[in-house]
């Protein structure tokens, strides 16, 4: 297996685990950690031990500041699960030469989840992504990257993209990092 093909499997692994962790934290809270939010609002629980890629330089991510909160919302039709997130959010970069950036990533945004497995993705407010060299090429964005206003795209079950709507106001946080 080539070099490219290992890192892309490793960054599809990374990103599967990643939304299973976000989605096990929401499933696995107990009904009264609801907070005073209320609407059925959850704490979401931010996954650990990620590490990402600029290139070939890895990246770890942090979630130092997580005051982020999830909720489910009603199925639509063709739907499997649709979830409302909102809060305060900040990712921290850092790779291992030390270098590092802190991202205001706190939405609001939702994901919906179709029942042909593929995921739909929109923020409004600020977001913050990694992705693989070939999903940066189907977005048009950098491979982390950082936006504020609508961002929508399209996960597919087989790890491709699909742009809806992609904001001009990106930001290459791997640039930022010096990569």
């Given at each position: 297996m080539s070099h490219n093909s290992t890192r892309t499997n490793h960054h599809r692994r990374m990103r599967m685990l990643t939304t299973a962790a976000a989605a096990a934290a929401v499933v696995l809270l107990p009904v009264g950690a609801a907070s005073a939010r209320g609407g059925g609002w959850v704490p979401w629980e931010a996954p650990t031990g990620?590490?990402?890629?600029c290139g070939d330089t890895p990246v770890h991510v942090t979630f130092p500041i997580n005051k982020?909160?999830?909720?489910?919302?009603p199925?639509?039709?063709?739907?499997?699960?649709?979830?409302?997130?909102t809060g305060t959010l900040f990712v921290r970069y850092t790779t291992d030469a030390g270098a590092s950036v802190l991202v205001n990533a706190g939405g609001p945004g939702m994901t919906i989840t179709?029942?042909?497995?593929?995921v739909e993705t929109r923020s409004r407010g600020h977001y913050n992504f990694g992705v693989t060299p070939e999903q940066a090429a189907q977005l048009g964005v950098p491979q982390v990257f950082t936006t504020?206003?609508?961002?929508d795209y399209i996960t597919h079950d087989d790890g491709t993209m699909t742009p809806i709507r992609i904001p001009t106001n990106v930001v290459d946080e791997c640039a930022a990092l010096g990569l």
């Open positions: 990620i590490t990402g890629y982020e909160y999830v909720r489910e919302l199925l639509q039709p063709g739907t499997t699960d649709i979830q409302e997130f179709y029942a042909n497995k593929d504020t206003g609508l961002i």
